[in-house]
């Protein structure tokens, strides 16, 4: 008789834990409440379609997919047989799979105002506190089942967005003794201008995917990432000199200005850096050139939230603005 255990990533829940979770949630939800923001659940369950193409290629494998219902059906069987010989081949196809479990809460949210346009009041302010599922190798603080919390808002192109989600972060820590978080800020015009300066935007993916992986991997990996991507030595050495930039926060500004002297894209997010950290100067936030978030659909600043030392993990909070 085999051991009785449950799927690999995920996990139970004692009575002691979840006490100590919900303390946690409900420190969350109060603060997203405190700033005007209404909640809201979608299913466990989206249509493949909807979620595909979203999170880039890195993302786009770690989609838990569904198989359709019937496919042991003989009428079936055929469609069935045609459908996996498309899987083996990388494809997907709607004679296996049509569904999937939510990889994130953000686009099952673009997804509900898409359907809700008309009966929305914009600004729409949300927030959303429900599980998502992945794909991912599981390891110390990374499962295939975990617990996001949200908050967008819709229908305003405003900084001050970005300043109050800062200051969210802040006051949610500061409520649960978490005084010395830290939270790092670039833009992604940064990124698009690095890009520009290395042969074209369309090159933003591949440098993108590549810095995203430097504090697991290393500059030097990196850089052997982005020569296997196909960008050359005088490129990968501008992409080199970009993620050396160091200092306090108006010392990387000052840096950045220089590099990007003749760019007006990286002008446009350099100018956005500056506002959200000059309002936002009430908070631990730093500027940091080397964020990225792996995600394609990110457009303007982008977040990432580290605990205090004594917090044996990495990344506990991340995001961005995503305009289009």
Known sequence: MSKVSIPQGTRDFSAETIRK?????????????????????????????????????????????ILNNGLSDPKNIEKAKAGFDKLME??????????????????PFARYVAMNH??????????????????DRPQKGRYREFTQ????????????NEVELCNIYHTAFMNMGLRD???KINSRKMLVALAE????????????????????????KVKEELAQRGLVENQITVIENY??????????????????????????????????????????ISIDFTLARGLNYYTGIIFEVKGPATVKMGSIGGGGRYDD
């Open 90 to 107: 990388g494809k997907n196809t709607p004679e296996l799979t049509e569904r999937a479990l939510k990889y994130d809460l953000t686009i």
């Open 243 to 284: 993620l050396n930039l160091t200092g306090s926060n108006e010392e990387k500004i000052t840096a950045a200005r220089a590099l990007f002297s003749q760019n007006e894209t990286a002008a446009k997010g350099i100018e956005e850096l500056v506002y959200v950290s000059s309002q936002a100067g009430n908070t631990n």
């Open 197 to 220: 300066m290395c042969g074209g935007a369309d090159k933003m993916i591949d440098i993108t995917i590549a810095i995203d992986k430097l504090d697991k991997i290393g500059l030097e």
């Open 118 to 135: 008309g009966q929305l009041s914009f600004p729409y302010k949300r927030y959303q506190v429900q599980p998502v599922w992945r794909a």
């Open 149 to 160: 919390c949200d908050a967008d808002v819709v229908g305003s192109t405003a900084l001050l």
């Open 181 to 183: 978080y830290e939270l």
């Open 21 to 65: 979770r919900n303390f946690i949630l409900q420190n969350i939800r109060s603060v997203f409440e405190l700033y005007g923001f209404q909640p809201l659940e979608t299913p466990a369950m989206e249509n493949l379609d909807t979620l595909m193409g979203k999170y880039g290629e890195e993302g786009d494998k770690l989609i838990f997919k």
